[in-house]
């Protein structure tokens, strides 16, 4: 019934998958597959990054978590950013929703898949889609994740193209207050069509996670992350945070 569901839906998407390189927002996060039926949580997401020219912005983003199923978490969003030179602004409302198609740890590989939609205060943009498989496996104490996401504007005045972004992470669980590892995040371009290797956007820097419960069914959960651009097209550094009150 889920993969029929989500058959529908990427059906539904295929047409637009055909229609100038985004770059992932300094407070973007790695998505994982699992998923806790009954969870609610507050999620904050805070980020920063350097340009190569010497000007910063930021974004930042609140919403509102619940699992509504076994297999279903959805989210709302408000997002806010500060481009360089500007003052910072509300940027958009975005809704999030996380499909988990495997059972946890029963296979090689856990399995699920991201459907975002983004509705811009510039309503000249349109609608900004993303979507794509999530996959995650562990070896040991070691976890990996590796998402590869398209991003689509619809119904905006301009055309925009189809990009494929990616984001992926590695850590060593030492303790569930206290993990490190690595994270990357960056775009291709165009997703049938990659732009030349220095227009893309790599970043990868050393990451730390953790989970501190503090009381009865209730925790926070934490990742930071501290990136370095490898491309011209890339910002120079990126500062990241993530702090979800689960309850």
């Known amino acids: 019934m889920r993969i029929a569901f989500l058959a529908r839906a990427l059906a539904a998407l295929c047409p637009l998958f055909f229609s100038a390189v985004a770059h992932a927002a300094p407070n973007d996060y790695v998505h994982t597959p699992t998923v806790e039926e009954g ?56 809704w999030e929703n996380r499909f988990q198609l495997t059972p946890t740890g029963k296979y090689p590989l856990d399995l699920g898949f991201l459907l975002e939609i983004e509705r811009p205060k510039d309503r000249s943009e349109g609608y900004e889609l993303t979507y794509g498989p999530l996959l995650q496996s562990e070896w040991g104490l070691v976890q990996g994740n590796l998402n590869l996401l398209w991003e689509k504007h619809v119904r905006a005045t301009e055309p925009f193209n189809t990009e494929l972004h990616y984001e992926m992470q590695l850590k060593y669980r030492a303790s569930e207050k206290f993990e490190w590892g690595a994270q990357g995040f960056g775009s291709f371009g165009t997703w049938d069509h990659w732009a030349p290797s220095s227009q ?25 992350a501290l990136l370095f651009g490898t491309t011209s097209a890339s910002p120079r550094t990126t500062l990241r945070f993530q702090a979800e009150y689960e309850f």
């Open 39 to 94: 969870e609610k949580e507050i999620d904050f997401k805070w980020g920063v990054q350097k340009h190569r020219d010497g000007s910063s912005g930021t974004a930042t983003s609140i919403g509102f978590g619940w699992g509504a199923a076994s297999w279903w978490f959805t989210e709302l969003y408000g997002k806010w950013h500060r481009e360089p030179g500007q003052s910072s602004g509300f940027d958009a409302w975005e």
């Open 200 to 224: 893309q956007e790599h970043k990868f820097g050393p990451a730390i996670f953790g989970r501190i419960k503090i009381g009865a069914g209730q925790a926070v959960r934490y990742n930071t």
